[in-house]
């Protein structure tokens, strides 16, 4: 299929319904609220992932562990912050989709464009800012090998940069298959290491719960980015079943009132986190109905990536379900 036929629509049409409360947003899908049926595939652009970039490099330093927080708060840029409102505009009254979230939050809705440059900064400063959330914790699980993660998130990010260069390289398909290998390995080991911690720790830091659920997120979307590169969809809808039943795994681990009671914080604070791992879940079970999707629809992999990284107009595009 030539990119030129992939069905895009900018999400104009849903606006109304989403305001009104008749369309809901669940990962990247929007799902018509009566009966589940799903309506569109959301994915952000290669103009959002510019105008991140522009934020990263004009405001004041930000947290990526932590989501909450409001990215209008941090802007001190009066031109991104334009270019933001100008933005928001396009988007009418789909509020569910929100540039905030979106900008802020585990890598963007969408999930396979994020910029890989852009998960790469943000699992750096996971890594950096582990030594000073360990400084706080008194004990730790003997199974739980800390310098094995910190390897572990190494080794991860020399995979990203390996994959931020594949356009660079002559031949990188045998590059981009290799790393897709070596972050499924990361991914399962930093799932073993929240495994135990929540299993095996009487007390557990919500800052390093966080940041290894961060972590897991941003590993799990470049694999899927390189698969979909790869045009591997039937591997795709195979690993993104594992990632869900492995984050389904943990979120039976952590059920709020667990998360009050061990990580002895606010109701509010334990909210959040309960609604962070399951906005994850929602979002690798998006990525698995939009391989379905690209395969009922005979859409190549790549040529959807590259399609919306070319678009710089609209923040958001829509893949309509059929």
């Known amino acids: 299929m030539s990119p030129i036929s992939i069905p895009f629509e900018i999400p104009t049409q849903f606006r109304t319904a989403v305001a009104a409360g008749d369309v809901i947003r669940r990962g990247a899908l929007l799902q018509d609220a009566a009966s589940g049926r799903i309506l569109a595939h959301v994915q952000e652009t290669g103009g959002l992932q510019r105008l991140i970039v522009d934020l990263a490099t004009s405001t004041s330093p930000f947290n990526p562990v932590d989501t909450a927080f409001g990215i209008f708060d941090v802007v001190q840029n009066e031109q991104i912050k334009k270019r933001l409102n100008v933005m928001q505009g396009m988007m009418g009254s789909l509020q569910t989709i929100q540039l905030a979230t979106l900008i802020s939050s585990f890598v963007g809705i969408g999930v396979t464009v994020a910029s890989t440059a852009i998960i790469l900064s943000r699992l750096k400063a996971i890594s950096n800012g582990l030594g000073a959330i360990l400084e706080k914790i008194d004990q ?48 399962n080991e930093l799932n073993a290491g929240m495994t135990i911690l929540l299993l095996r720790s009487e007390t557990i830091d919500v800052a390093l719960i966080k940041a290894l659920l961060a972590g897991l997120a941003f590993c799990g979307s470049a694999q899927c980015k390189a698969l979909l590169w790869l045009d591997d969809k039937k591997t795709l809808c195979t690993r993104t079943r594992n990632q869900i039943q492995k984050l389904e795994e943990l979120a039976i681990l952590m059920p709020r009132d667990f998360l009050e009671r061990r990580l002895q914080i606010e109701a509010d604070a334990a909210k959040q986190l309960s609604s962070d791992a399951s906005e994850t879940r929602m979002r690798f079970t998006s990525v698995l109905s939009l391989g379905e999707q690209l395969i009922r629809m005979d859409i190549n992999g790549r040529e959807y990536l590259e399609f919306a990284e070319r678009e ?10 059929r």
């Open 140 to 187: 730790l699980p003997t199974e739980l090998n800390i310098n094995r993660l910190r390897s572990v998130l190494t080794g991860i990010e020399t995979q990203l940069e390996r994959l931020d260069e594949i356009s660079d390289r002559q031949n990188p398909r045998p590059v981009v298959e290799s790393v897709e290998e070596k972050l499924h390995e990361g991914f």
């Open 312 to 321: 710089n107009e609209n923040p958001v595009l829509l893949l309509p379900y």
